[in-house]
């Protein structure tokens, strides 16, 4: 018994447990962490001195800078060996860490790297500590929302999303546990023995997909092309988003492949105390919220998803002032050119999209001026896609396209009404006060629903033009 205790006190000092305390707010998963800039220095890398983390950024804990810096100036670099990455399973620091990685669906990217993550989270001699302890302890992501803000979303993509995601780290813990059942601690475990639950599986997941960025690998592909590897990149992930960054990473070969240096530089002045902004993609609020656990308001990006039902086509054409919509029973050529914008044949991709840059997803747009057109000839007139743009200015005629656009404002009207609230009860609700997660929830849905709205007026306002333009103006 004595020799049992002695080594389950050996092992506890080279293990950090997975669980977290309890924290009224927003906290580091060590109560005084290292100072991370200065492990970046003592490693090689380079802190530009005005360069210093805030608590209180627009955009909450950030990097902001004490005083004007010039465009082009270097901020931040980090060394080759800085980064964290899991490149490949031949390059996994563990067998059965790889193992594991190849059970993972490459559309959950980040639980590859967050394996790794949390094998050096568990490791109490891991180089990167200075860093990991410096991750926040909680995520706003929704696979961590209480079961009612999750419903409060009122999307059913992302709650579908949500819920695979969920379902993944459930399937996924009972698949670790299995596989390392017969290991021991001192056996190669890649978690220093540790069981591995649902909730370690997503704060790590989390880490990775709120932090990590995809650039350029060590590997070669055919071309001379690099393969793009996500990378957690300490301090230099502390940079908030913007649609109109200050600051761009780049990478910079330093002698050999094997030596590139990952650096943050000033793309625009940086004034003094402006917090320092990347912008992380040009992505719907699906996923910012899903990934990040944030929410973009008036995203220029946002979309809804709708799927191509020929009975709901048909619903909104009448709505529209179609009296026989054909939808539902196209004609031979019209069902032919479907077949190319991939909207019918054995195996069509249904999911169209209303919002973002394209207003009308060009799909969509080209299927439903075709089936209100029953003029063959006037559609071979134009390539699919001008019929596709909505800067094609009524290819098929001015009536045929402001029908289209009628049509697509129905589509509009019944996808707001999905919703179980209005925009105005949602905004009532926020002024009550609410916790974290419910406000992002109601953010959420309330973008959505003004991105549909915005999407109406701006139709509308097409629908106007042309219809002055069909009427003749009187003599």
């Known amino acids: 018994m004595a020799t049992s205790k002695l080594a389950i006190t050996s092992l506890a000092a080279h293990i950090r447990p997975f669980t977290c305390s309890a924290a009224s707010q927003p906290s580091r998963l060590a109560t005084h962490p290292p100072d991370l800039v200065r492990w970046i220095k003592r490693e090689g890398g380079f802190v530009h001195h005005a360069v210093k983390l ?64 949390l094998q050096e989270r568990a490791n109490v001699d891991s180089f990167w500590w200075p860093y990991i302890s410096n991750l926040p302890e909680t995520y706003t992501v929704p696979i961590f929302f209480p079961g009612e803000d999750i419903k409060n979303l009122q999307y059913a993509p992302l709650l579908h999303q949500v819920n695979k ?78 649609f109109s960054p200050n600051v761009k990473i780049i990478q910079e070969q330093n002698g050999s492949d094997s030596n590139t240096l990952v650096k943050v530089v000033a793309e625009t002045e940086v004034k003094e105390n402006d917090p320092l902004l990347l912008n992380y993609g040009c992505l719907s609020n699906d996923f910012f919220l899903l990934d990040y656990g944030f929410v973009v308001d008036s995203n220029p990006y946002d979309t809804i998803e709708l799927k191509y039902d020929e009975g709901l086509l048909d619903a909104a054409s009448m709505a529209a002032g179609v009296a026989s919509p054909k939808f539902s ?66 290819p098929l005629g001015i009536a045929n396209e402001i029908t289209a656009f009628r049509t697509v404002i129905a589509l509009c009207v019944i996808a707001l009404s999905h919703f179980p609230t209005k925009i105005m009860e949602d905004e009532a609700v926020l002024k009550q006060g609410v916790s974290e997660t419910a406000e992002l929830s109601i953010k959420y849905r309330i973008q959505k629903k003004s991105m549909i709205v915005d999407v109406m007026k701006d139709l509308t306002r097409r629908v106007k033009l042309l219809s002055a333009q069909e009427t003749p103006s009187a003599s």
């Open 329 to 394: 029973s196209p004609a031979q050529w019209q069902h032919q050119l479907l077949s190319q914008l991939n909207l019918a044949g054995k195996m069509p991709n249904l999911k169209v999209t209303i919002g973002g840059q394209e207003i009308v997803e060009g799909r969509l747009l080209a299927a439903i001026r075709i089936l209100l057109s029953g003029e063959l000839v006037e559609v071979e007139k134009h390539d699919l896609e001008a019929l596709k743009s909505l800067s094609s200015i009524a």
């Open 165 to 242: 995601r969920c379902r993944f780290l459930l399937d996924f813990e009972r698949e670790i546990r299995q596989t390392l059942k017969d290991v021991k601690a001192g056996d190669h475990h890649p978690f220093s023995g540790q069981d591995v639950n649902a909730s370690a599986l997503g704060w790590t997941m989390s880490a990775v997909s709120t932090r990590a960025f995809r650039l350029h690998g060590d590997k070669k592909l055919r071309g001379g092309s690099s393969d793009h590897v996500p990378m957690m990149l300490p301090l230099i992930d502390m940079c908030n988003h913007s």
């Open 54 to 117: 805030s608590q209180d950024t627009p955009f909450g804990i950030g990097l902001i800078s004490t005083e004007q810096i010039p465009q082009g100036t270097d901020l931040i670099s980090l060394p080759p060996h800085v980064p964290l990455r899991f490149e490949s399973d031949e390059t996994a620091p563990s067998p059965l860490l790889a193992a594991l990685a190849r059970r993972v669906p490459e559309e959950l990217w980040a639980m590859k790297l967050g394996l790794r993550l």
